[in-house]
């Protein structure tokens, strides 16, 4: 889904415009190549996937700490003005 979404840069810039609760679609395939990366890097003993691994969990982490700013950032958006979570 990334890979197709880079390869047609103006859908991309389209898609990039509005935060949307669908980007969070792209942690969980980034979070699945980080630990499968990491079964490999156990079975597999050497530099290169170790360095995968390391590579892959960085990316995970950094996804999906910018999609948590991200939603936190847009709630207003999110959520209905009239909602009681947001009088607190």
């Not at 509005?18 to 969070?24: E, L, Q, S």
């Not at 792209?26 to 890097?41: D, H």
């Not at 290169?48 to 709630?75: D, G, K």
């Amino acid at each position: 889904m990334i890979l197709c979404k880079l390869c047609r840069p103006t859908l991309f810039k389209k898609s990039m415009r509005r935060f949307n609760v669908a980007w969070w679609a792209y942690s969980f395939p980034v979070t699945i190549l980080a630990l499968a990366s990491a079964e490999y890097a156990h079975e597999v003993k050497g530099d290169v996937p170790q360095a995968l691994m390391l590579i892959l969990s960085v990316l995970s982490v950094l996804v999906a700490l910018s999609l948590l700013l991200f939603t936190a950032l847009n709630t207003r958006m999110l959520l209905p003005d009239d909602n009681l979570i947001l009088e607190l």
